[in-house]
Every structure is written in structure tokens, then in C-alpha cells.
């Protein structure tokens, strides 16, 4: 890329949406060099920030035109690196794109912008009495397009599903500047589930710029409880025997030791600092239905070993007791300054073996462990916690990172439960897909972009263009800034 296309591009792009809209300046440009991951980072040429489809359109046209990649970024709140501009070229922002364009109560469906945040959208919804059920940690941050990118998930995605269960339809620009609308309302769309290889693509298929969403009903009662254990192997059994006696909790998250304490000093949740590990169970549902689930979660919890099991006494406790949960990322910086998080999956009965692993791998390459996941859908997150000004730090936490992943796998999990494979990930694809897979993944995505324009060096392997990505300048400014998660 010259200098001079560069500024041709630039002046184009401003003559189509406006130059307040075009950044270009090394300060700008540095806020749209990583995500929420630690590792990956790299900057763009330039930042676009359009305002409708249309001048999404018009920004997609000229950088194909120029051969330009493009990247789609909503809050930059990912944690695979899938907003990093690995190649560079034009980082699409879609924070101007945030409205809730209408709610249809009747038909529980609402048509957003992708830059609406998640819980902005629950909040338009609740005086209809309904909510947008998947809710991943970020939810206060995250944005509804990023969360379909990445097929977020959530802990209340147990009993409700992750992003792509609740996104019925898409208002996609394609990789020719094309704009194309992917199934609707209708019940059963006719032809291929081209919405469903959209949702979860990473933005490697096009960019969604409105997205018609399933909205829930609210429930008519929660119940929210913290089970306390001194032992980590009671905590993982009462997971599996709560499944296995017919209930589906809204959520069933665990917290191992050390987390449990990071997130008591920060948040003050009201968790025993001295617990080996806590389990946040909710159920929801009609009264007479969550009556009966609490009374059998007493038991088994009691049968499983759980020295003390509390239940949220009204809606003041049960938001401080998520409060803990959704900080628990935030809390770990009270003990280094940055993380490395995976994501892997593994059948519950095999809990207690990966999280003994995460022990055994961390204390090896002389790093801390953090434990706080989704137990009831065996999503694992161990955190391995580090600081980046530590020479030779970043080695060991992404070949720590590496082994857990491949635990996972060997346990007949996988490596992604909600984050995407981004950057981070996507070498490892070839651990559980065939070359034959991938060639035909790599068709599927040459359908869509022929010319790979839309974030390349994402989610699939691709060969030796994209083997040198920029990984460590910015992890080598990360260690010079002292920056903190």
C-alpha cells in the first residue's frame, strides 16, 4: 500500500461519508488496534465510522475497489482478537449504528442496529415484559453485532441458547458493496440457512448493519442461590446431578478458590473468601414449577457435599450476587494486570479433571489460574493471569493457553464455547477439523468474498499471507505502557 492510496482512500471515503467520519490520525487509529484479549494487537490505515447501510455500502465499495480488507467492529469487547486488524486496511466502526428501530411486543421480536449494547436492548424491551436472553459477561459494554459475530453466549444461554437461537433475521452488506437481506420473520424461510452461516461467521461474511431479534418473556418468578463447597470435586458433582435429575437452571456458574476471593475483594458480592469453590444456580419459570426445583436443588446440593447453600432474599441481593459473577474479569486485575482467557468445552463429567489440568499447566509455566465459567454447559474460562512487562511472560501464558485447549479437546470437549477463534484460535481448527473441512469452509467463506477482503486471517487457517501477523508490537507497547486490563 502506498502513501498515495492511502489518501485516495481517505478522501474518498470522506467525500462519500463525510470527513468527521474518517480517521486517520496515529492517535485515532490507536483505539482500534486490539480487542479485550491481551496478545493480539495491530493497527488499521484507517478508521471508518458510517451512519446507515447505505454509507456502509459506499465504505465496502471503496476499499474492495482499492483491495483494501475490511474489519468490523462493534465495542471491541472480543477476546479471540476477531476485531483486530491483522492485515490492516479500513476498521468499520458501527458505533453510529446503535438504535432500537422498533419493538413488536405482539410478535416478541425487535429490528436493532448492530452498535445497540445488550443490556440497552433488555431495557427497551422491559416495559413489554420481555428481555434479549443471551447475556455474556460484557453485557453492560458489548454490542448486539459483535455479540452475532462471535455467537455469544452467556450463563442464562443454558437454558436459553446462545446468540444465533435469538437473531431471526439480517440486514447484511456483502463483500461487493451488495446489500442482502437473510430470512425474516417467517417462521420457515424456504432455500439454504444462509442467516444461520452468517451468525457466528466472525465477520468474514459481510457486515450485518440491522438485525431482527426473538425477545423472551420475562419470567413469572427467579430464584437465585449460592452453594458453598470446601472441596472443588463436590462443586463439579452437584453440576452434573442437577442436570442429571431433569432440571434446567437459567444459569449454573462456578467459582474456584482463588477466584472466588479476587471477587470478593473487589465486588463484595457476599462470597465466602474461604470457599474452595461456589456455584451461582438460578432457576425461572412459573411458581409452582420453581418451587419444586428449589426444594430438589436443596437436596442434591446437600447430598453433593455443599457446606451451606443461600438463596437470594430479594432482587437487591440477587443483582450483587451477579455482580460478583459478571466482574469476575474485571476483579482478577486486582492480582496482575493482564490475562489471557480460553474458552474451551468439555462434557461435564469431565469438569474436575481440565480444572485440575488448568492447576497443574498454570503452576508449571509459573503462572496464575482463574476459574469462573458457565459449569452447567462445561464452558470452560481459565484465566491465566500475568503481566506483560514480565519478559518471556506472553510465551508461557499462549503455550499454557495452547495445553489447556488441547485438555479440552482430549476430553471430548472443543476450543471455543462463546468467544470465537479469531486470531487467537484459528491454528488450532486443525485439531479438530480435517483438511478436507477446512478446504470446504474455505469455499463456503470464497462464496461470500471472493477476494478476501472481509477481516482476513480470522477464524480459518489460511495459509502463509496471514502466518506473520504484527502479534508482538503490540504486545511489546502493551509492556511499555504498563497498560491495564
Not at 480488507?69 to 476498521?91: D, E
Request: glycine letters at 10%.
Amino acid at each position: 500500500m502506498t502513501i498515495e492510496s492511502r489518501e485516495q482512500i481517505i478522501a474518498q471515503l470522506r467525500a462519500a461519508i463525510g470527513a468527521p467520519y474518517v480517521l486517520a490520525r496515529p492517535e485515532e487509529l490507536m483505539l482500534y488496534e486490539y480487542d479485550a484479549s491481551a496478545l493480539d494487537m495491530d493497527a488499521p490505515e484507517i478508521v471508518a465510522v458510517p451512519g446507515s447501510t447505505a454509507d456502509v455500502a459506499q465504505v465496502v465499495r471503496i476499499a474492495a475497489a482499492a483491495g483494501w480488507p475490511l474489519v468490523a467492529r462493534g465495542a471491541g469487547t472480543g477476546l479471540s482478537g476477531g476485531s483486530v486488524p491483522a492485515a490492516g486496511g479500513v476498521v468499520v466502526s458501527l458505533a453510529r449504528l446503535d438504535q432500537v428501530l422498533w419493538i413488536d411486543p405482539a410478535a416478541r421480536l425487535a429490528r436493532v442496529q448492530p452498535g445497540v449494547v445488550n443490556v440497552d436492548l433488555s431495557t427497551a424491551a422491559g416495559p413489554h415484559g420481555l428481555h434479549f436472553a443471551p447475556d455474556p459477561s460484557s453485557q453492560r459494554s458489548s454490542t448486539i453485532g459483535g455479540n452475532a459475530a462471535e455467537n455469544a453466549g452467556g450463563p442464562h444461554c443454558l437454558k436459553y441458547g446462545v446468540t444465533s437461537n435469538h437473531i431471526v433475521g439480517a440486514t447484511v452488506v456483502l463483500a461487493d458493496g451488495s446489500v442482502a437481506e437473510l430470512s425474516g420473520a417467517a417462521a420457515d424461510a424456504p432455500g439454504y440457512d444462509l442467516l444461520g452461516t452468517f451468525v457466528g461467521s466472525e465477520g468474514t461474511l459481510g457486515i450485518a448493519t440491522e438485525l431482527l431479534v426473538r425477545l423472551t418473556p420475562n419470567p413469572e418468578a427467579i430464584r437465585t442461590f449460592l452453594a458453598i463447597y470446601d472441596d472443588l470435586d463436590a462443586a463439579a458433582d452437584t453440576v452434573s446431578a442437577i442436570i442429571a435429575a431433569g432440571i434446567v437452571p437459567a444459569a449454573l456458574e462456578m467459582l474456584e478458590g482463588l477466584g472466588v476471593r479476587l471477587v470478593e475483594e473487589s465486588v463484595h458480592a457476599g462470597y465466602p473468601t474461604d470457599a474452595r469453590a461456589v456455584l451461582l444456580i438460578e432457576i425461572d419459570g412459573l411458581h409452582e414449577e420453581i418451587e419444586s426445583q428449589a426444594e430438589q436443588i436443596a437436596v442434591i446440593c446437600r447430598e453433593h457435599g455443599a457446606r451451606e447453600l443461600r438463596a437470594a432474599r430479594d432482587e437487591a441481593q440477587r443483582q450483587k450476587l451477579w455482580a460478583g459473577r459478571k466482574g469476575a474479569l474485571a476483579a482478577c486485575a486486582r492480582l496482575k494486570p493482564h490475562y489471557h482467557i480460553q474458552d474451551g468445552v468439555v462434557p461435564r463429567s469431565r469438569l474436575t479433571e481440565v480444572l485440575r489440568f488448568t492447576e497443574e499447566v498454570a503452576q508449571r509455566y509459573n503462572l496464575h489460574v482463574v476459574n469462573i465459567f458457565h459449569a452447567g454447559d462445561g464452558n470452560l474460562h481459565p484465566l491465566l493471569v500475568f503481566d506483560l512487562r514480565e519478559p518471556g511472560v506472553r510465551e508461557r501464558a499462549i503455550a499454557a493457553g495452547e495445553e489447556i485447549l488441547r485438555a479440552c479437546v482430549a476430553a471430548g470437549g472443543t476450543i471455543s464455547g462463546e468467544h470465537g477463534i479469531g486470531i487467537e484460535k484459528r491454528d488450532y481448527m486443525r485439531w479438530i477439523f480435517s483438511d478436507d473441512d477446512i478446504a470446504a469452509m474455505l469455499e463456503l467463506r470464497s462464496a461470500f468474498d471472493p477476494h478476501g477482503i472481509m477481516n482476513p486471517c480470522k477464524q480459518l487457517p489460511t495459509g502463509a499471507s496471514c502466518a506473520d501477523i504484527k502479534q508482538a508490537r503490540g504486545a511489546a507497547r502493551a509492556m511499555a505502557q504498563g497498560a491495564w486490563i
